[in-house]
DNA sequence: TGGCTATGCGACAAATTGTCTCAGGTATAA
DNA sequence: TTATACCTGAGACAATTTGTCGCATAGCCA
Protein backbone atom coordinates (compact mmCIF):
# COMPACT_ATOMS: atom_id res chain seq x y z
CA UNK A 1 0.00 0.00 0.00
CA UNK A 2 1.29 3.81 -1.12
CA UNK A 3 0.86 6.00 1.68
CA UNK A 4 2.71 9.56 0.17
CA UNK A 5 2.87 11.66 2.73
CA UNK A 6 0.74 15.01 3.16
CA UNK A 7 3.77 17.12 3.43
CA UNK A 8 5.49 16.11 0.42
CA UNK A 9 6.58 19.25 -0.75
CA UNK A 10 7.62 20.65 2.58
CA UNK A 11 10.81 21.92 3.68
CA UNK A 12 11.49 18.90 5.48
CA UNK A 13 14.03 16.05 4.64
CA UNK A 14 12.22 13.41 2.94
CA UNK A 15 12.60 9.76 4.18
CA UNK A 16 11.01 6.63 2.84
CA UNK A 17 10.32 4.13 5.40
CA UNK A 18 10.32 0.51 3.35
CA UNK A 19 8.93 -2.31 6.17
CA UNK A 20 6.27 -4.78 5.72
CA UNK A 21 5.47 -4.27 9.42
CA UNK A 22 2.78 -1.69 9.45
CA UNK A 23 2.47 -1.24 13.03
CA UNK A 24 6.07 -0.91 12.99
CA UNK A 25 6.14 1.74 9.98
CA UNK A 26 3.85 3.57 11.75
CA UNK A 27 5.66 3.94 14.66
CA UNK A 28 8.88 4.77 13.45
CA UNK A 29 6.82 7.25 11.11
CA UNK A 30 5.54 9.20 13.72
CA UNK A 31 8.88 9.32 16.02
CA UNK A 32 10.52 10.27 12.94
CA UNK A 33 7.97 13.22 11.86
CA UNK A 34 8.46 14.43 15.02
CA UNK A 35 12.39 15.10 14.43
CA UNK A 36 11.60 16.85 11.50
CA UNK A 37 11.08 14.61 8.52
CA UNK A 38 8.95 14.45 5.91
CA UNK A 39 7.53 10.97 5.49
CA UNK A 40 6.40 7.84 3.23
CA UNK A 41 5.98 4.61 4.00
CA UNK A 42 6.40 1.31 1.69
CA UNK A 43 5.39 -1.97 2.32
CA UNK A 44 6.77 -3.94 -0.28
CA UNK A 45 9.62 -3.00 -3.14
CA UNK A 46 7.38 -2.45 -5.97
CA UNK A 47 6.02 0.61 -4.25
CA UNK A 48 8.81 1.75 -2.65
CA UNK A 49 10.50 2.42 -6.13
CA UNK A 50 7.85 3.27 -7.61
CA UNK A 51 7.90 5.86 -4.63
CA UNK A 52 10.98 6.65 -5.05
CA UNK A 53 10.73 7.46 -9.03
CA UNK A 54 8.76 10.01 -8.35
CA UNK A 55 10.98 11.60 -6.00
CA UNK A 56 14.05 10.50 -4.55
CA UNK A 57 13.88 10.42 -0.77
CA UNK A 58 16.92 11.80 0.94
CA UNK A 59 16.85 9.33 3.43
CA UNK A 60 15.39 5.94 3.51
CA UNK A 61 14.99 3.06 6.14
CA UNK A 62 14.62 -0.12 4.38
CA UNK A 63 14.19 -3.74 6.31
CA UNK A 64 15.87 -6.55 5.01
CA UNK A 65 13.50 -9.16 5.21
CA UNK A 66 10.93 -8.44 2.42
CA UNK A 67 8.00 -10.73 2.19
CA UNK A 68 9.64 -12.40 -0.25
CA UNK A 69 12.50 -10.64 -2.16
CA UNK A 70 15.62 -8.95 -0.14
CA UNK A 71 15.60 -5.26 0.40
CA UNK A 72 18.98 -5.63 -0.51
CA UNK A 73 18.17 -5.46 -4.33
CA UNK A 74 16.13 -2.31 -3.02
CA UNK A 75 19.28 -0.13 -1.54
CA UNK A 76 20.96 -1.49 -4.83
CA UNK A 77 18.28 0.33 -6.94
CA UNK A 78 17.67 3.22 -4.91
CA UNK A 79 21.62 4.02 -4.65
CA UNK A 80 21.17 3.83 -8.57
CA UNK A 81 18.06 6.48 -8.70
CA UNK A 82 20.06 8.43 -6.17
CA UNK A 83 23.71 8.03 -4.96
CA UNK A 84 23.38 10.73 -2.56
CA UNK A 85 20.52 8.80 -0.59
CA UNK A 86 21.42 7.81 2.80
CA UNK A 87 19.95 4.59 3.81
CA UNK A 88 20.05 2.57 7.10
CA UNK A 89 19.09 -1.24 6.44
CA UNK A 90 17.35 -2.85 9.18
CA UNK A 91 16.58 -6.05 10.49
CA UNK A 92 15.48 -8.42 12.99
CA UNK A 93 17.28 -10.78 11.50
CA UNK A 94 20.88 -9.35 11.81
CA UNK A 95 24.31 -11.27 10.53
CA UNK A 96 28.01 -10.09 9.58
CA UNK A 97 27.18 -11.66 6.04
CA UNK A 98 23.99 -9.53 5.47
CA UNK A 99 25.63 -6.61 6.94
CA UNK A 100 28.81 -6.54 4.93
CA UNK A 101 26.60 -7.01 1.82
CA UNK A 102 24.52 -4.38 2.39
CA UNK A 103 27.56 -1.99 3.19
CA UNK A 104 28.90 -3.23 -0.26
CA UNK A 105 25.82 -2.15 -1.81
CA UNK A 106 25.71 1.53 -0.58
CA UNK A 107 23.59 1.30 2.54
CA UNK A 108 24.85 3.93 4.59
CA UNK A 109 24.96 2.21 8.04
CA UNK A 110 22.85 -1.17 9.00
CA UNK A 111 21.13 -1.80 12.78
CA UNK A 112 19.92 -4.52 14.44
CA UNK A 113 15.88 -4.29 15.48
CA UNK A 114 15.22 -3.93 18.29
CA UNK A 115 16.01 -0.12 17.59
CA UNK A 116 14.55 3.46 18.23
CA UNK A 117 14.27 6.73 16.73
CA UNK A 118 17.59 8.28 17.75
CA UNK A 119 19.95 5.46 16.89
CA UNK A 120 18.55 6.04 13.46
CA UNK A 121 19.41 9.31 13.39
CA UNK A 122 22.70 8.75 14.69
CA UNK A 123 23.14 6.11 11.78
CA UNK A 124 22.56 8.60 9.38
CA UNK A 125 24.84 10.94 10.57
CA UNK A 126 27.78 8.78 11.59
CA UNK A 127 30.51 9.23 9.00
CA UNK A 128 33.30 6.48 8.46
CA UNK A 129 35.45 6.56 11.37
CA UNK A 130 34.54 9.04 13.95
CA UNK A 131 32.84 5.75 15.84
CA UNK A 132 35.05 4.12 18.16
CA UNK A 133 34.01 0.68 18.31
CA UNK A 134 34.72 -1.42 21.50
CA UNK A 135 36.10 -4.50 20.05
CA UNK A 136 33.86 -6.94 21.93
CA UNK A 137 35.89 -8.47 24.63
CA UNK A 138 33.85 -11.63 24.52
CA UNK A 139 33.88 -14.38 21.60
CA UNK A 140 30.58 -15.23 19.81
CA UNK A 141 28.25 -17.74 22.04
CA UNK A 142 28.47 -20.86 19.85
CA UNK A 143 24.53 -20.33 18.97
CA UNK A 144 25.53 -17.14 17.52
CA UNK A 145 28.46 -18.69 15.31
CA UNK A 146 26.34 -21.07 13.95
CA UNK A 147 24.03 -18.01 12.73
CA UNK A 148 26.32 -16.14 11.43
CA UNK A 149 27.90 -19.24 9.88
CA UNK A 150 24.78 -20.38 8.30
CA UNK A 151 23.70 -16.95 7.05
CA UNK A 152 27.19 -16.65 5.17
CA UNK A 153 26.82 -19.80 3.33
CA UNK A 154 23.30 -18.55 2.49
CA UNK A 155 24.42 -15.65 1.06
CA UNK A 156 27.15 -17.45 -0.86
CA UNK A 157 24.48 -19.31 -2.10
CA UNK A 158 21.86 -17.54 -3.49
CA UNK A 159 19.39 -17.30 -0.03
CA UNK A 160 18.95 -21.04 -1.75
CA UNK A 161 18.09 -23.19 1.59
CA UNK A 162 17.93 -26.39 0.17
CA UNK A 163 21.05 -26.28 -0.83
CA UNK A 164 22.37 -24.82 2.25
CA UNK A 165 21.33 -27.37 4.02
CA UNK A 166 23.09 -29.67 1.50
CA UNK A 167 26.33 -27.97 1.76
CA UNK A 168 26.35 -27.85 5.35
CA UNK A 169 24.91 -31.41 5.32
CA UNK A 170 21.99 -30.67 7.89
CA UNK A 171 18.37 -31.44 7.35
CA UNK A 172 16.36 -28.68 5.01
CA UNK A 173 13.70 -28.93 7.75
CA UNK A 174 16.03 -28.09 10.40
CA UNK A 175 17.68 -25.47 8.33
CA UNK A 176 14.00 -23.65 8.25
CA UNK A 177 13.40 -23.94 11.87
CA UNK A 178 16.81 -22.20 12.53
CA UNK A 179 16.04 -19.45 10.48
CA UNK A 180 12.68 -18.36 11.83
CA UNK A 181 14.11 -18.50 14.64
CA UNK A 182 15.49 -14.76 15.36
CA UNK A 183 19.06 -14.92 16.05
CA UNK A 184 20.01 -14.70 19.59
CA UNK A 185 20.52 -11.36 20.97
CA UNK A 186 24.75 -10.85 22.16
CA UNK B 1 59.02 -9.60 13.62
CA UNK B 2 59.07 -8.65 10.09
CA UNK B 3 59.20 -11.79 8.20
CA UNK B 4 59.94 -10.48 4.44
CA UNK B 5 59.32 -13.11 2.01
CA UNK B 6 62.09 -14.62 -0.27
CA UNK B 7 60.32 -14.21 -3.08
CA UNK B 8 59.42 -10.47 -3.74
CA UNK B 9 60.45 -10.03 -6.78
CA UNK B 10 57.86 -13.45 -8.31
CA UNK B 11 55.24 -13.21 -10.71
CA UNK B 12 53.26 -14.23 -7.76
CA UNK B 13 50.73 -11.79 -6.07
CA UNK B 14 51.74 -10.64 -3.34
CA UNK B 15 49.37 -10.77 0.04
CA UNK B 16 50.37 -9.80 3.55
CA UNK B 17 49.33 -11.36 6.41
CA UNK B 18 48.70 -9.18 9.70
CA UNK B 19 47.88 -10.98 12.62
CA UNK B 20 49.77 -11.01 16.11
CA UNK B 21 49.50 -14.93 16.59
CA UNK B 22 52.26 -15.63 15.34
CA UNK B 23 51.33 -19.66 14.34
CA UNK B 24 48.10 -18.71 12.98
CA UNK B 25 50.03 -17.08 10.31
CA UNK B 26 52.81 -19.53 9.93
CA UNK B 27 49.88 -21.70 8.96
CA UNK B 28 47.93 -19.50 6.63
CA UNK B 29 50.62 -18.51 5.71
CA UNK B 30 51.40 -22.07 4.04
CA UNK B 31 47.87 -22.69 2.93
CA UNK B 32 47.70 -19.78 0.82
CA UNK B 33 51.81 -19.67 -0.75
CA UNK B 34 50.69 -23.30 -2.02
CA UNK B 35 48.16 -21.71 -3.72
CA UNK B 36 50.06 -19.33 -5.67
CA UNK B 37 50.44 -16.23 -3.69
CA UNK B 38 53.59 -14.91 -2.36
CA UNK B 39 53.01 -14.32 1.03
CA UNK B 40 54.58 -11.71 3.70
CA UNK B 41 54.07 -11.41 7.19
CA UNK B 42 53.52 -8.43 10.05
CA UNK B 43 52.64 -9.01 13.80
CA UNK B 44 52.42 -5.32 14.37
CA UNK B 45 50.50 -2.69 12.57
CA UNK B 46 53.47 -0.50 12.35
CA UNK B 47 55.92 -3.57 11.04
CA UNK B 48 52.68 -3.82 8.24
CA UNK B 49 53.12 -0.56 7.44
CA UNK B 50 56.73 -0.35 7.12
CA UNK B 51 56.16 -3.52 4.87
CA UNK B 52 53.30 -1.44 3.05
CA UNK B 53 55.24 1.42 2.44
CA UNK B 54 58.09 0.07 0.78
CA UNK B 55 56.14 -2.26 -1.59
CA UNK B 56 51.95 -2.15 -1.36
CA UNK B 57 50.76 -5.86 -1.45
CA UNK B 58 47.81 -6.61 -3.89
CA UNK B 59 46.24 -8.49 -0.87
CA UNK B 60 46.17 -8.16 2.87
CA UNK B 61 44.60 -10.15 5.34
CA UNK B 62 44.13 -8.30 8.46
CA UNK B 63 43.21 -9.41 12.30
CA UNK B 64 40.83 -7.04 13.83
CA UNK B 65 42.16 -7.59 17.22
CA UNK B 66 46.11 -6.28 16.96
CA UNK B 67 47.46 -6.19 20.29
CA UNK B 68 46.55 -2.78 21.10
CA UNK B 69 45.19 -1.08 18.16
CA UNK B 70 42.68 -1.90 16.40
CA UNK B 71 43.55 -2.95 12.53
CA UNK B 72 40.53 -1.44 11.46
CA UNK B 73 43.32 1.69 11.18
CA UNK B 74 45.48 -0.85 9.38
CA UNK B 75 42.52 -0.87 6.58
CA UNK B 76 42.40 2.58 6.25
CA UNK B 77 45.92 3.09 6.38
CA UNK B 78 46.25 0.26 3.32
CA UNK B 79 43.86 1.36 1.48
CA UNK B 80 45.40 5.31 1.41
CA UNK B 81 48.87 3.62 0.29
CA UNK B 82 46.94 1.80 -2.49
CA UNK B 83 42.96 1.94 -3.18
CA UNK B 84 43.33 -1.38 -5.38
CA UNK B 85 44.82 -3.35 -2.36
CA UNK B 86 42.16 -6.04 -2.25
CA UNK B 87 41.98 -6.68 2.24
CA UNK B 88 40.05 -9.30 4.05
CA UNK B 89 39.54 -8.88 7.73
CA UNK B 90 39.57 -11.45 9.76
CA UNK B 91 38.69 -12.00 13.67
CA UNK B 92 37.69 -14.06 16.38
CA UNK B 93 35.98 -11.51 17.75
CA UNK B 94 33.53 -10.72 15.30
CA UNK B 95 30.39 -8.16 15.44
CA UNK B 96 28.36 -6.81 12.94
CA UNK B 97 29.53 -3.09 14.29
CA UNK B 98 33.23 -3.59 13.36
CA UNK B 99 32.12 -5.65 10.37
CA UNK B 100 29.72 -2.19 9.23
CA UNK B 101 33.02 -0.10 9.94
CA UNK B 102 35.33 -2.46 8.07
CA UNK B 103 33.95 -2.60 4.69
CA UNK B 104 33.09 1.46 5.00
CA UNK B 105 36.86 1.57 5.54
CA UNK B 106 37.55 -0.39 2.66
CA UNK B 107 37.63 -3.61 3.16
CA UNK B 108 36.90 -6.15 0.68
CA UNK B 109 35.22 -8.89 3.33
CA UNK B 110 34.99 -9.60 6.61
CA UNK B 111 35.01 -13.50 8.45
CA UNK B 112 35.35 -14.77 11.46
CA UNK B 113 37.34 -17.38 12.57
CA UNK B 114 37.62 -20.28 12.20
CA UNK B 115 38.49 -20.06 8.55
CA UNK B 116 40.07 -21.64 6.16
CA UNK B 117 42.42 -20.84 3.11
CA UNK B 118 39.69 -21.34 0.46
CA UNK B 119 37.29 -19.16 2.34
CA UNK B 120 39.74 -16.38 2.28
CA UNK B 121 40.41 -16.87 -1.22
CA UNK B 122 36.58 -16.80 -2.16
CA UNK B 123 35.77 -13.30 -0.13
CA UNK B 124 39.08 -11.69 -2.01
CA UNK B 125 37.12 -13.15 -5.22
CA UNK B 126 33.72 -12.34 -4.71
CA UNK B 127 32.25 -9.42 -5.85
CA UNK B 128 28.89 -7.49 -4.75
CA UNK B 129 26.18 -9.12 -6.76
CA UNK B 130 28.48 -11.51 -8.67
CA UNK B 131 28.53 -13.66 -5.32
CA UNK B 132 28.30 -16.75 -6.30
CA UNK B 133 30.16 -18.89 -7.98
CA UNK B 134 32.14 -20.58 -5.43
CA UNK B 135 31.30 -24.17 -5.50
CA UNK B 136 33.55 -23.70 -2.58
CA UNK B 137 34.79 -27.57 -2.18
CA UNK B 138 33.34 -28.34 0.84
CA UNK B 139 32.56 -25.80 4.01
CA UNK B 140 32.75 -27.18 7.42
CA UNK B 141 29.55 -28.76 8.57
CA UNK B 142 28.27 -26.50 11.35
CA UNK B 143 29.30 -29.93 13.57
CA UNK B 144 32.63 -29.18 12.62
CA UNK B 145 32.20 -25.53 12.79
CA UNK B 146 31.15 -25.68 16.54
CA UNK B 147 34.19 -28.54 17.39
CA UNK B 148 36.67 -26.05 15.86
CA UNK B 149 35.54 -23.15 17.84
CA UNK B 150 34.83 -25.06 21.18
CA UNK B 151 38.68 -25.93 20.60
CA UNK B 152 39.68 -22.42 20.20
CA UNK B 153 37.94 -20.73 23.07
CA UNK B 154 38.58 -23.98 25.36
CA UNK B 155 42.32 -23.56 24.82
CA UNK B 156 42.17 -19.54 25.07
CA UNK B 157 41.18 -20.56 28.63
CA UNK B 158 43.24 -23.16 30.09
CA UNK B 159 41.00 -25.64 29.11
CA UNK B 160 38.98 -24.83 32.38
CA UNK B 161 36.12 -26.77 31.23
CA UNK B 162 33.51 -24.37 33.29
CA UNK B 163 34.88 -20.93 32.47
CA UNK B 164 34.51 -21.75 28.80
CA UNK B 165 31.34 -23.07 28.78
CA UNK B 166 30.15 -19.79 30.34
CA UNK B 167 31.93 -17.57 27.28
CA UNK B 168 29.89 -19.58 24.98
CA UNK B 169 27.00 -19.31 26.75
CA UNK B 170 26.22 -23.09 27.13
CA UNK B 171 25.52 -25.24 29.83
CA UNK B 172 28.47 -26.87 31.32
CA UNK B 173 26.93 -30.33 31.00
CA UNK B 174 26.00 -29.69 27.26
CA UNK B 175 30.14 -28.54 27.05
CA UNK B 176 31.16 -31.88 28.91
CA UNK B 177 29.12 -34.24 26.57
CA UNK B 178 30.14 -32.39 23.31
CA UNK B 179 33.58 -32.94 24.17
CA UNK B 180 33.22 -36.28 25.69
CA UNK B 181 32.13 -36.94 22.18
CA UNK B 182 34.95 -37.44 19.40
CA UNK B 183 34.88 -34.64 16.14
CA UNK B 184 32.54 -35.75 13.29
CA UNK B 185 34.61 -35.81 10.61
CA UNK B 186 33.75 -33.74 7.32
C1' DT C 1 38.81 -26.60 58.64
C1' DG C 2 35.53 -23.80 55.82
C1' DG C 3 34.63 -21.45 51.54
C1' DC C 4 35.07 -21.39 46.65
C1' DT C 5 35.51 -23.50 42.23
C1' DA C 6 36.22 -27.26 38.83
C1' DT C 7 34.96 -31.92 37.30
C1' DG C 8 32.44 -36.24 36.13
C1' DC C 9 28.30 -38.37 35.83
C1' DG C 10 23.27 -40.19 36.73
C1' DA C 11 18.44 -39.11 35.93
C1' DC C 12 14.45 -36.95 34.00
C1' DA C 13 12.00 -33.27 31.74
C1' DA C 14 12.15 -29.85 28.06
C1' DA C 15 13.53 -28.53 23.63
C1' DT C 16 15.47 -29.47 19.24
C1' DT C 17 16.18 -32.57 15.21
C1' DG C 18 15.31 -36.14 11.84
C1' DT C 19 11.86 -37.98 8.93
C1' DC C 20 8.05 -38.27 6.17
C1' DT C 21 4.46 -36.13 3.87
C1' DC C 22 1.61 -32.64 1.52
C1' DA C 23 0.59 -28.84 -1.12
C1' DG C 24 1.84 -25.20 -3.62
C1' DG C 25 5.36 -22.27 -6.56
C1' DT C 26 8.59 -21.62 -10.60
C1' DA C 27 11.23 -22.60 -14.13
C1' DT C 28 12.49 -25.22 -18.51
C1' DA C 29 12.01 -28.56 -22.28
C1' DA C 30 8.92 -31.32 -25.19
C1' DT D 1 -0.11 -27.48 -22.49
C1' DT D 2 2.05 -31.09 -19.96
C1' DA D 3 5.90 -33.19 -17.85
C1' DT D 4 9.93 -32.88 -15.08
C1' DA D 5 12.69 -31.09 -11.64
C1' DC D 6 13.62 -27.95 -8.38
C1' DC D 7 12.60 -25.01 -4.18
C1' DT D 8 9.65 -23.77 -0.11
C1' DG D 9 6.65 -23.71 4.03
C1' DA D 10 4.56 -26.36 7.25
C1' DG D 11 2.20 -30.34 10.19
C1' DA D 12 2.99 -34.49 12.84
C1' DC D 13 5.56 -37.68 15.61
C1' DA D 14 9.52 -40.26 16.99
C1' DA D 15 14.51 -40.05 18.05
C1' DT D 16 18.09 -37.28 20.08
C1' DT D 17 20.14 -33.79 22.36
C1' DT D 18 20.01 -30.20 25.99
C1' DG D 19 18.84 -28.00 30.28
C1' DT D 20 18.58 -28.75 35.06
C1' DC D 21 19.40 -30.79 39.48
C1' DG D 22 21.87 -33.26 42.48
C1' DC D 23 25.82 -35.36 44.54
C1' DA D 24 30.51 -36.88 45.43
C1' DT D 25 35.30 -35.81 44.73
C1' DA D 26 39.33 -32.87 44.36
C1' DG D 27 42.47 -28.72 44.45
C1' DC D 28 43.46 -24.17 46.38
C1' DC D 29 43.90 -20.78 49.91
C1' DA D 30 43.47 -18.27 54.28
Not at 26 to 53: M, N
Not at 107 to 123: C, G, Q, R, S
Not at 137 to 152: D, F, K, M, N, T
Request: charged fraction near 25%; aromatic fraction near 4%; charge should be negative.
Amino acid sequence: MIEPSLTDNSEYPSLLIVDDDEVFCDVLSKALTKRGFSITCAHTIDDALSLAEMSTPEYAIVDLKLSSESGLVLVEKLRNLDPGTRIVMLTGYASIATAVEAIKLGATHYLAKPVDADEIMAAFERTVGEANIPISAHPLSVGRLEWEYIQRILTENDNNISVTARILNMHRRTLQRKLAKRPLRE
